[in-house]
């Protein structure tokens, strides 16, 4: 099974600042990485998947990088609405059984 | 607009079974790939299972294989999940969720989940 691994567990910053988090894969998942956020009582909502692509609707202040093993979710310039946890999930070919990493919970300073 | 909405959840003492549904609208359902993720409280997102958009091909997390079986209905837009031999440890929402072609692997749109008690 693959360990998805984020830090830091929990990230304060300013709104209008920037928020950068992280998540490592514990062996190679090329470029098979997606980002969830997901806000108190509510379901997940996809904002990033093949590493780098927005979903749907999700506005550029959301970016993401990296492949392989290492990877990194960006939102630019925080807005209140912004404020939640983020989980990434790997889904490589194989082992075919996709995991979520722990979730970093992104909170008002 | 995609739907999807759960249901079926409820308490259940360990060791028996429940099966949750899933009713999908708004959507091409033979078209897509389908998830099960859970949720326990005040937890992290667990991945359980996945078949592919006709059915044939599935995949489970281990903590479930052997116990959980995904299955779909593309007559009836209905994706489902039988769990046997419940655990303690299986408390939690369970969230439908469409894939984003007939097999990707993330989860496009989700339900709003239904809550799964394992309690003697």
């Known amino acids: 099974e693959i360990v998805m691994t984020q830090s830091p567990a929990t990230l304060s910053v300013s709104p209008g600042e920037r928020a950068t988090l992280s998540c490592r894969a514990s062996?190679?998942?090329?470029?098979?990485l997606a980002w969830y956020q997901q806000k108190p009582g509510q379901a997940p909502r996809l904002l990033i998947y093949?590493?780098?692509t927005r979903a749907t609707g999700i506005p550029a202040r959301f970016s993401g990088g990296g492949s392989g093993t290492e990877f990194t979710l960006t939102i630019s310039s925080l807005q209140s609405e912004d404020f939640a946890v983020y989980y990434c999930?790997?889904?490589?070919?194989?082992?075919?059984?996709?995991?979520f990493g722990q979730g970093t919970k992104l909170e008002i300073k | 607009q995609v739907q999807l909405v759960e249901s079926g959840g409820g308490v259940v003492q360990p060791g028996r079974s429940l099966r949750l549904s899933c009713a999908a609208s708004?959507?091409?359902?033979?078209?897509?790939?389908m998830h099960w993720v859970r949720q326990a409280p005040g937890k992290g997102l667990e991945w359980v299972a996945v078949?592919?958009?006709?059915?044939?091909?599935?995949a489970y997390a281990d903590s479930v294989k052997g116990r959980f079986t995904i299955s779909r209905d593309n007559s009836k837009n209905m994706l489902y999940l039988q769990m046997d031999s419940l655990r303690l440890d299986d408390t939690a929402m369970y969230y439908c969720?469409?894939?984003?072609?007939?097999?990707?692997?993330?989860?496009?749109?989700w339900g709003q989940g239904t809550l799964v008690t394992v309690s003697s």
């Open positions: 708004g959507f091409s359902f033979s078209d897509y790939a």
């Open positions: 999930q790997q889904y490589n070919v194989w082992p075919l059984m996709y995991t």
């Open positions: 078949t592919s958009y006709h059915g044939s091909d599935k």
């Open positions: 969720a469409r894939d984003k072609s007939g097999w990707y692997g993330i989860s496009e749109y």
């Open positions: 093949d590493a780098s």
């Open positions: 062996q190679s998942v090329s470029s098979n």
